[in-house]
């Protein structure tokens, strides 16, 4: 089996690792020469070009692109007149469902194939493989078997489930065939939305425990301050960081994402090293987008992607009118900062 | 008829304005003397102690309390050994109905009533009218009739209802025996939430408005951010004033609260006089915790409350959290503040 | 001044009506027949045709658009190669904001104009006016001043706002050139996001004080269900129609929408005619779009619109999973239905 | 080692055997007598009552109480004077923090110790081992060492958190000593809450894939429902259980949850048996008042509570309101039940 990789960043190079440990050919190629360089180093083919790409694989070709989702179409743009009838072209980035179904359109016209592939497992990916959810057609899915079984964790990278029967299919080994284009973006999209969700549940808990001592604390009681009813209630210094390790253990909420936040708060507790401001990167907005396309309800997946919107300020403008109003109806002054 | 007032704060001073307004005898009290000798410069009895207060009314007397929530006890533990048997005190404040009524057997013991009364209105209400939810014993209630229709708005401080009978009850005029103790204030604790609510969908919908012109601004393209796929499509400088101003006639949004938004925006569009850390005084967080108790759903009312929480920073650690978990899985740096 | 005006529905017909009131000539058209002979006995230039709608105006013509969101653009094809350089069409109905932009990008082609007018009022706006939000080229819109006064509810429609510079502009009589096209239905939009989130407001609070008496009911014990802690703190059994008619005086919460509650609740209490399930006609949903592509957090919006999706059915199969769920780790059986 | 364990439900019953297993000695009672049959049958000493429960053990004492919390409380009351000074009982059932400040304080007064242990594992937890949260006086926790040592999952059950240093207590063998009274059963809530909204996040996201396939249905289209504007992009038949089994490996959301999320869906997709009435067993509820005491935002851990409430139907009333408020103001009817 041979593939053809574009884009060496981060997920790009381990991911050419991973292929080439386990036997596959890989014709590597990126915009940086010296990242195409350090994997020649290890063993990949150099390509300077795309044009080089394609000359050093042999038909039906199948390269996959791993560069931010805003340069995809670019490449593609580049990549699809060089290449043949049968060839086809892999996304593996953080594309939107929907530009994987214009582009499928797009490249049939070319008689070129598209697949589209959510890839899950950032760096830690190269030793734990990747999940990787599959959209586009079944004969092309079929073609690339090899290099998803070399790319996924395998089987034995967690427990068989009961009553699942054997043989299903090659969802326990960490990739699947989701469905047709788009269908592995939009999984992947809204395994996203669930990391958001899950992320935002430990974090509101955990800062629930950080709370915990507000009892402890001498508060100015004044109009515009809500007293602790019983503050005798509130007198507990929690140990976050080991109640994170607890937690990992025998209850209900282990998770990978568990283990990172122990890893994390071992390392300080205050997580000083934070400002806070939380990035998002694009899925949890377009899951949300395809919720109120669709009419379903998701209070949680869309309350933690507010909650990182408010982290950057932009609930700014709305706080300040609910001061403003408040003075208006109450003559209530703003408290000052602490 | 004839009241004592005890608390002459913004609240307390106005009602007693309205009540001597509508000819009844009030004598009034004040931990500050000033206060005393202004209202009775206006008018009022003054009365220098709770004693001065009590032996300034004929039994059965009806002394209202207008003090804050956290002095109600205290003002009830001095008073009620001064009373006889038939006397009644009236908590005008912000209590929590539980604690109506626990003080209502207490006082029960005693033979001395007591009335809870949820009042509304602000600093406007001197002219306005209070709104008065009214909980406890239904001949006590009967013997304030005069009292709650000298503060009441009246019937015609807005239009008739379609369909409501004439003659229902005195609601239509402003004031309402809600129930038995503990009722009054358990009303006035779901107005404020509502409050809450409603000023939260002003105060996203205007933040909304000004962001709209998010398109116009030249976004670094980076691997935090989500690039606004259509800038093109937000390019509006709206002018929130004349927008709040609009929709003041003929819209579905119409509200005293959307006329206080109105001038408040008038005054300022950028509210540059308030840094956006929002009180809450206490009715939000009891409505919750009725809901809570009650099992019932209150999305809207919670989350209002919420954002006040978080625009006072109390969502810091969790965002720290959130953002080193983006960092352990992802390698995710936070972007600088800009 | 004269107006065409195509779609005499319920709300095309009405606003017909108070144009030719206010002196407007109105050229309507209609596909029922009988919808425009209708209006011709009240005094409307009847047209068989869009062809003849054009025919009856001089140029440069006024053709007031008031269909269904998803007739829109057929009606703009049909009637644009109609129209002569100059003319201009107004949608009035509820258009997505970027539908606008780009209908004027294609209008502009034909050298027609367009405008884009959110239009508020409901079945009341016949008597009340229609709050008017407008998009467009300034000198289009001023040509139209005058439809736009007549339709609006004018300045007596409520008190000067204190603090706003008299002669500002034309919003405190109703209707407003908010911006470019779009502008007027974006902030049609953002209006109805706010009447989704303050009914949501009212409602969840009118379903709190329904709940209130929950300690009153003998609630079976088991691991199930978690038991009131306090009974005697739920025992009020509210008149909701009161307490609606009560808040409408003198509260902080009056509005139009607590008029129309006082006036649902005031029929029935119970609310028996009506089963629950919520409709939304579209602008909450491009309102959450919005906020989702420029990063602003609307939690409380968003909630009510969760509610809507929710109150039809749409997550029921997330139920079934979290039930699924809590058989899986604690063995927990659902409880029958009641 | 031995202990006395009251109590022989799923929980108890299961703690007693794998505490056997390590050799602790187990004096077992329950009210049900065929309960302490059998496990007097797998080698536990029998007791007939709690005086024979203390009877069989030697000073100090210890004894776990092992029943739902609602009984907890008359337990203690009738063991407690059976015990001597320095005995002392630990409540291994979900009780809320602040009953355990009170009993703590309570039993002081007859010089007998109380330690609160939350506890995490539910079925699985015979074999899996059980997370436990402690609160209570260090050196009464001490003496307890060897039974949470044998009740716990062991530092093999999970791989070590880099970072963390060896040694740094007990948390990596799956028990920690939290704090003060009601520190257990604090830890023990914000778990059981975290657990709600990671449960959540997951419905959620497979109830969207659930709904990926709307672009298929023909859809009646009218005023009251929002069309699907791109149906084309919505025409996918997800398998959610094979999905569940995906993203159990190498993904960002691995969980134990995860795991029972695609053992649940193994047996059936549709998950027919479950209608999605689904309960909470009161921390849920606890948390969100902690939070609400302490003004922290919990948005997430909020909305997976309500839910819960809103699956069982505590909306309906709310959603009647919305309706008739629809009705009212703009003549909208409810759609039928389709």
């Not at 390509?47 to 805003?70: D, F, N």
């Not at 497992?121 to 734990?128: I, K, M, T």
Request: hydrophobic fraction near 45%.
């Amino acid at each position: 089996m041979e593939l053809g990789m574009v884009g060496l960043g981060r997920m790009g190079s381990n991911m050419a690792r991973r292929l080439m440990r386990a036997g596959v050919r890989c014709v590597v190629h990126d915009r940086a020469a010296e990242a195409v360089d350090g994997m020649a180093r290890e063993g990949a083919i150099p390509a300077r070009s795309l044009a080089e790409v394609v000359a050093a694989l042999s038909p039906p070709r199948h390269v996959w692109i791993m560069v931010p989702a805003g340069a995809v179409d670019h490449v593609i743009d580049d990549l699809a007149p060089l290449l043949q009838t049968g060839d086809a072209i892999v996304d593996g980035g953080n594309s939107l469902f929907q530009d994987d179904i214009a582009r499928a359109t797009r490249l049939t016209g070319k008689s070129v194939h598209y697949v589209d592939a959510g890839v899950s497992g950032g760096v830690a990916g190269l030793e734990r493989g990747y999940c990787l959810m599959i959209g586009g057609e079944e004969t092309i899915v079929r073609r690339l078997v090899l290099v998803f079984e070399a790319l996924a964790p395998g089987i034995a990278a967690a427990p068989p489930t009961p009553g699942r029967a054997p043989g299903t299919g090659t969802a326990d080994r960490g990739w699947l065939h989701c469905g047709p284009h788009g269908a592995g973006h939009f999984v992947k999209m809204v395994h996203n939305a669930i990391e958001y969700g899950m992320m935002a549940a430990y974090a509101e808990g955990f800062n629930l425990l950080r709370h915990a001592n507000a009892g402890s604390a001498s508060h100015a009681v004044d109009a515009e301050t809500t007293p602790l009813r019983h503050p005798e209630h509130y007198r507990y210094d929690f140990n976050v960081a080991e109640i994170a390790e607890l937690w990992r253990r025998g209850s209900v909420i282990p998770s990978w994402l568990l283990d990172l936040a122990a890893q994390a708060l071992a390392g300080d507790p205050a997580l000083a090293a934070f400002a806070g401001r939380v990035s998002d990167s694009g899925e949890g907005r377009w899951t949300l987008a395809a919720a109120n396309d669709l009419g379903v309800p998701t209070y949680v997946l869309a309350a933690s992607l507010f909650e990182r919107f408010a982290s950057r300020g932009e609930a700014d403008f709305q706080n300040r009118l609910l001061s403003a109003l408040r003075f208006q109806f109450g003559g209530h002054h703003e408290k000052p900062v602490p």
